[in-house]
């Protein structure tokens, strides 16, 4: 493990999350080298069910966020 208390750890991610949420807001993309790429992505209107009534439902697009693991983080996997 690394040498950090909790708290300490603990305030660098609150930062990094808060970074990474402040560039997705502003159409920007991360990467981290290595471990991944976050981004936003268009999610395209499409045509949904209410599960509780099995109504169909129209479900308008949305811009979602989005990651893909690079390939030491996916290598680490297996």
Known sequence: GADISK???GRALDAF????TAA???GDQVALVGFG???VR???ARSGR???TGE???ISAAKVPSFKAGKALK????
Request: glycine share 0%; proline share 4%; hydrophobic share 30%.
């Open 50 to 52: 209410n599960p509780q």
């Open 42 to 44: 268009e999610r395209s």
């Open 75 to 78: 290598d680490a996997c297996n």
């Open 17 to 20: 999350t808060d970074s990474v």
């Open 56 to 58: 169909t439902i129209q």
């Open 37 to 39: 790429t976050f981004s």
């Open 7 to 9: 708290a300490a750890a």
């Open 24 to 26: 997705l807001k502003d």
